[in-house]
């Protein structure tokens, strides 16, 4: 059997198989036992419930083979037993499992965009895809589409299991990013959440795949950890090792990002301290407003505990976004709107913090007027206001090095210069932040095609602040 029991997944699972449809992301770690979890959770599934249709995705046919009928653990050798008892048969021309009952594991592989329409006609019941990073968005949100019940008897046990999508996945690949939007950034780990109806109105839920879920590799396997170690690149041997999601080789801040040190509970920031915002406007692509506490050295109380950090430490203490909810696309809201919604939370954070935002940077965009009317003409009216950000030559390069700096302080401990820091509740910074992409043609900035304006508007914090600092 698994390494993770059914039993046990079932457990991890429990809040999300109360609802009729659940679509599960079960990844992180190499070497989780997460395949081997697939071909044993379909076999069960089918023996159970009659004229189930069951289909197993990867992305091209040579790793379905290699990965799904090859080797120990393979179904062939995990089948042997049914196949001698005659409950099911293997159609290896047509890359089916048939079981007496009528179930079927269809053994599929979509390698391009144009493959998904193989697909058109199936009823899929249990969907099951391995590696999910190795699809595009594309292909998933199709496959995805064919998850239905229609007539299929459910036994009683089986009731609010179905219809269900089940994808495992390692970090990297092509598709890190919208695996990551999908199911990593929008709530925490285990939390079952209801996707809008533009997302199928499925129940998601992120589970994260461990190597302790697999103690038999240690067994048989004990130096598979030092192979790990010898990828080369630090930041994939995280990726791999630890299941690390806030990682992208060769990104702009992989090196100096660390989850477990950058983003810390919200606490009551001190009255002393000075709390501003900044802002990068968008439309079509999304708004970003984030604000801003910046330390004066003066003692703060995280879980009991009393703690300073040294003057200039920033933190990331609240944010709007202006997006659909699909990664890197805007919500369209008018410049009315975006003030309004600003004016609102300036008013929430003044009131609980007892502490007035006070202006900071934002796009020069804002203030440009070819019209004789500018974004910020609108913004004021709401009693909204900036000051132009540093947009001058070389500011892109400064600031994502002063970024870097800052995240690299707060690496330290004890730490001797301001770092930079990220309640746990800001969930866009965390989402897009650690995984900047460089720039190809110029490494030292980052990647203007990427969704970059909580970037750009951290940027703008970080070069104005230093400004007035070095004015002091």
């Known amino acids: 059997m698994a390494e993770i029991e059914l039993g046990e997944l079932h457990q991890r699972q429990s809040d999300a198989w109360h609802s009729p449809a659940t679509e599960i992301l ?33 992305r091209t046919f040579p790793d379905l083979w290699k990965n799904h009928m090859d080797g120990p ?10 196949i001698d008892r005659k409950i ?11 079981f007496k009952n009528n179930s079927q594991i269809h053994l599929c592989h979509c390698q391009h965009e144009k493959d998904r329409y193989n697909y058109q006609g199936p009823e899929i019941h249990l969907l099951l895809i391995d590696e999910l990073t190795l699809f595009t968005e594309v292909i998933y949100r199709y496959i995805r589409g064919r998850v239905r019940l229609g007539g299929l008897t459910i036994p009683l046990q089986y009731k609010d299991k179905l219809p269900k999508i089940i994808a495992s996945s390692n970090p990297g690949n092509i598709g890190h990013n919208w695996v990551k939007a999908t199911f990593i950034d929008p709530v925490k780990e285990y939390e079952v959440w209801k996707t809008p109806r533009d997302e199928g109105g499925f129940y998601r839920q992120y589970i994260p795949a461990k190597l302790d879920d697999n103690p038999t590799i240690m067994l048989s396997d ?21 299941g690390d999601w806030d990682i992208i080789a060769g990104g702009m801040f992989d090196d100096v990002w660390d989850k477990n040190v950058h983003i810390i509970k919200p606490f ?17 692509k999304p708004w970003s407003c984030n604000y801003w506490a910046h330390s004066d050295g003066s003692d703060i109380e995280i879980d009991g505990k009393r703690m300073s950090f040294p003057k200039g430490t920033i933190f990331a203490i ?15 809201a008018t410049n009315d709107e975006m003030a309004r919604r600003m004016a609102e ?7 609980k913090y007892q502490n007035k935002v006070v202006p900071g940077p934002a796009d020069t965009q804002i203030f440009e007027a070819p019209q004789g009317k500018s974004i910020s003409d609108d913004f004021v009216k709401w009693g909204i206001y900036f000051y132009e950000a540093n947009k001058k030559p070389g ?12 995240l690299k302080s707060s690496l330290q401990f004890p730490m001797e210069e301001p770092g930079l820091f990220v309640f746990d509740n800001c969930r866009q910074f965390i989402r897009t932040i650690p995984v900047l992409p460089r720039d190809e043609r110029n490494q030292d900035d980052v990647d203007t095609n990427a969704e970059d304006h909580v970037g750009d508007s951290l940027r703008y914090e970080i070069l104005h602040y230093a400004q007035k600092m070095k004015n002091i």
Not at 268 to 284: E, H, L, M
């Open 318 to 332: 609240d944010e709007l976004y202006g997006w659909n909810g699909k990664p890197n696309e805007g919500d369209h």
């Open 268 to 284: 009551q920031v001190p009255i002393t301290w000075k709390i501003d915002r900044s802002f990068d406007w968008g439309a079509s």
């Open 222 to 242: 004990p130096d598979y950890i030092q192979r790990l170690e010898g990828l080369g690149n630090p930041e994939l041997v995280r990726a791999m090792r630890d």
């Open 26 to 58: 079960y990844g992180g770690a190499a070497g989780g036992g997460k395949s081997h979890l697939m071909r044993i959770m379909a076999i069960v599934y089918c023996l159970d419930i009659p004229s189930l249709q069951v289909y197993l995705f990867r």
């Open 88 to 98: 099911c048969t293997i159609n290896y021309s047509k890359n089916i499992i048939m």
């Open 345 to 351: 939370k300036d008013k929430e954070i003044s009131d």
């Open 73 to 82: 653990t393979s179904l062939p050798v995990l089948l042997a037993p049914l």
């Open 395 to 406: 500011s892109r390069v400064s600031g994502w090095q002063k970024i870097r700096t800052m």
